[in-house]
């Protein structure tokens, strides 16, 4: 399978906890995006990275939230003293650099995170 | 911040009735995506529209992106059960940011 995969997929931990989410994306794809869903909700955009440079931060993610692409290949994302209002689907996508704006994003199963 | 609304949240039809959905923006957007998302999966990239007034079918799928920008809608015909599923869109802003914002998304459910 040369999707995008994610590990684990499923994460249940107690409040205060830290957790950490991987994505592997697609091979040769440069850019890649972390995202939060909620149920009956959109993805909500987190952060992205081109290759391992983090570009763009979302400003509704607060300091208990990093992520890292340390060799522009998998990415990590870590939840420090979680808290239940962090219960979530955390989608990670990702995409090739084209010349112009075809930008399509191909997104991975997902980990679904429960904080008790 | 820059907000993309979508109407209506949920449509029930029967198999072979046409489907709607309508996409909002705040601002103006440089390209808008829709994407699907069946239940239980992620979602899915369908089309992209970056030219003011465009058109694209995809078999009975019709994306539109409005004149100036800020709207765009998804119209099915004839709907099939396999058309099931939340269809969201999901707009860029223009300049460096490549960050997509999704829409509350349309829940579709088709009765055969």
């Known amino acids: 399978d040369t999707g995008v995969s994610q590990d684990p997929r499923h994460k249940i931990t107690k409040r205060g906890q830290n957790v950490t989410f991987r994505c592997d994306p697609i091979?040769?794809?440069?850019?890649l995006y972390w995202y939060r869903q909620t149920l009956g909700q959109g993805p909500e955009f987190l952060t992205y990275f081109q290759n391992e440079a983090q570009l763009e931060k979302s400003r509704l993610l607060s300091d208990r939230f990093s992520a890292e692409r340390p060799k522009g290949s998998f990415s990590t994302l870590e939840i420090q003293r979680t808290e239940q209002g962090d219960s979530a689907m955390y989608l990670c996508?990702?995409?090739?650099?084209?010349?112009?704006?075809?930008?399509?994003?191909?997104f991975g199963p997902g980990t679904r995170l429960t904080v008790l | 911040g820059q907000q993309v609304m979508q109407i209506p949240q949920y449509q029930h039809v029967q198999e072979g009735e046409d489907f709607t959905t309508y996409c909002n923006s705040s601002?103006?957007?440089?390209?808008i995506q829709w994407y699907k998302q069946r239940p239980g999966g992620h979602p899915v990239f369908l089309i992209q529209l970056v030219k003011s007034g465009e058109v694209k079918k995809q078999k009975r799928l019709t994306f539109q992106f409005g004149e100036a920008k800020k709207n765009s809608s998804l119209h099915i015909t004839a709907t099939q059960t396999t058309d099931v599923g939340t269809y969201f869109c999901a707009g860029m802003g223009g300049g460096a940011t490549n960050k997509l914002i999704f829409g509350t998304g349309t829940l579709l459910a088709v009765q055969p």
């Open positions: 601002t103006t957007l440089s390209n």
């Open positions: 091979s040769e794809h440069n850019r």
């Open positions: 996508a990702s995409s090739p650099r084209l010349a112009g704006l075809y930008n399509e994003q191909f």
